[in-house]
């Protein structure tokens, strides 16, 4: 374990000075002073990974210290130390902004535990803060979040398909993204001034539809007070995205591969054809072979829609994205329900890491949202996680079923067990040693006795 920068506060010199000495002994660096004000001026001037400060304070009280350390140095963890009997207090205290407590006197054991969670904490919050950036210019061209080798491809091919006019099919899970990937190829093209119109095949009847898509004259059927245009001419000069498509009736999928061909629509009750000039892009979680197989597809439809596939990955394919991706909905959530300065602790981001996220991006923005709206402090515990990622236990990290009966050194399967964890995490060294409970430089102390690529 690497040493930690520790600044501790106590009013009592000599329990500065006793702390001290036990965190030497760890193998800490630690600075003192009795003063809570001067240890404010220190942290403002200096890097610290950890402040330690006694919950009984002369000089400030210490609910204010930790206000005002937390509101300053957000991304430096505070542990707050106190006697036995003072739950209600330390209580306040994390409320205020504090990470964690330890009872008097202290245990070194705990203390060594205690420094290692709260230093693991900063260091996985200044990962995701420099991955935000990275990301975030990104993010406001094309509105994929990410920097996963996974999200580049999809990326790469939206870039390259996104300035001709080829009809685009996009692929993958439910939950995955597939209307932002749509909005990207239109923000991206030639038509990005004009406007996107999206409609959802599954959720609208099915005798509604065809009305829906091509408009209708006034009096064609017993609701159609006035003629409307349809969809497709709504979206003439930019791009009409059908999301679901493999939910359309077979009917209508005759009526749609003909408007296709055609590039015009027969508007309901009408004896004319109305020209219209969009862009068609379409989206299904279905595999559309097999529905072509199965009857349920028209097979010329299928060719006529998918000029260009776009196959999204599922969350658990781009792993590196999960914490820049609840970063993101942190702040949209803590915005919307005024509970400013929320954070991911090390041991939630964790949680988010390993999980399998069946219904992908979309169940991890649900569960972002609900875990704010249960935050009791100032950063998201594994209590205010769904109960089914409270209760996840992975076994990706275990070897794999094919190496189950295989007997090999110990040594051979931690060289396996880390290179798995680097693959999972995108390659992120920093991520991956967090993960391991390693430091940086014991990692790659490893990965190069182990001669993993790196």
Not at 248 to 269: D, F, H, I
Request: aromatic fraction near 4%; glycine fraction near 6%; include cysteine.
């Amino acid at each position: 374990m690497s040493a930690s920068r520790i600044l501790c506060v106590d009013h009592d010199q000599s329990h500065n000075d006793a702390l001290r000495a036990l965190l030497a002994g760890l193998g800490h660096v630690a600075k003192t002073t009795v003063s809570p004000l001067r240890a404010l001026e220190l942290a403002a001037a200096e890097p610290f990974d950890v402040v330690v400060t006694h919950l009984a304070m002369t000089e400030m009280d210490s609910m204010e210290f930790c206000e005002r350390l937390h509101g300053t140095q957000p991304d430096v963890p505070i542990v707050v130390l106190t006697g036995q009997g003072s739950m209600e207090a330390v209580v306040r205290a994390l409320r205020a902004g504090a990470y964690d407590f330890l009872t008097k006197p202290v245990e070194p054991n705990l203390l060594a535990v205690c420094i290692a969670r709260a230093t693991a904490h900063r260091r996985l919050r200044m990962e995701v803060q420099q991955l935000r950036r990275v990301v975030s210019d990104r993010a406001a061209q094309d509105g994929l979040v990410g920097a996963s080798p996974a999200l580049e491809q999809v990326r790469d091919l939206v870039s390259r398909v996104a300035r001709s006019d080829a009809s685009v099919l996009i692929c993958g899970e439910t939950g995955t993204g597939k209307e932002l990937v749509a909005r990207a190829l239109h923000s991206m093209s030639e038509r990005k001034s004009r406007a996107f119109v999206a409609i959802n095949c599954a959720a609208v009847p099915s005798n509604l539809l065809e009305s829906e898509l091509f408009g209708h004259v006034r009096g064609a059927f017993t609701d159609a007070r006035s003629t409307r245009r349809g969809l497709f001419v709504a979206a003439s000069g930019g791009t009409l995205f059908l999301d679901e498509i493999a939910e359309m009736a077979l009917p209508m999928q005759t009526k749609l591969l003909r408007a296709l061909q055609e590039r015009t629509v027969r508007p309901v009750g009408s004896d004319s054809e109305v020209p219209y000039d969009a862009r068609i892009v379409s989206a299904t979680h279905r595999d559309l072979e097999a529905e072509v197989e199965a009857g349920r597809f028209r097979q010329d439809l299928y060719f006529r829609i998918n000029v260009v596939s776009v196959t999204v990955p599922t969350l658990r394919e781009r792993r590196a994205d999960i914490l820049a991706l609840a970063e993101l909905f942190l702040a949209r959530a803590t915005e919307r329900s005024g509970k400013t300065g929320v954070s991911l602790s090390s041991e939630v981001a964790e949680r988010l890491i390993d999980y399998d996220w069946p219904g992908n991006v979309r169940e991890l923005e649900n569960c972002i949202e609900g875990a704010v709206a249960l935050a009791r402090f100032t950063h998201l515990t594994i209590e205010d996680l769904p109960a089914k990622i409270r209760a996840y236990r992975s076994d990706r990290f275990v070897v794999a079923a094919d190496e189950a009966h295989e007997i090999v050194p110990l040594e051979t399967l931690e060289q396996r067990y880390i290179a798995r964890v680097i693959k999972i995490v995108g390659g992120n060294k920093a991520r991956a040693a967090t993960l391991l409970g390693l430091d940086r430089r014991t990692l790659y102390r490893r990965l190069e006795r182990y001669n993993v690529e790196n």
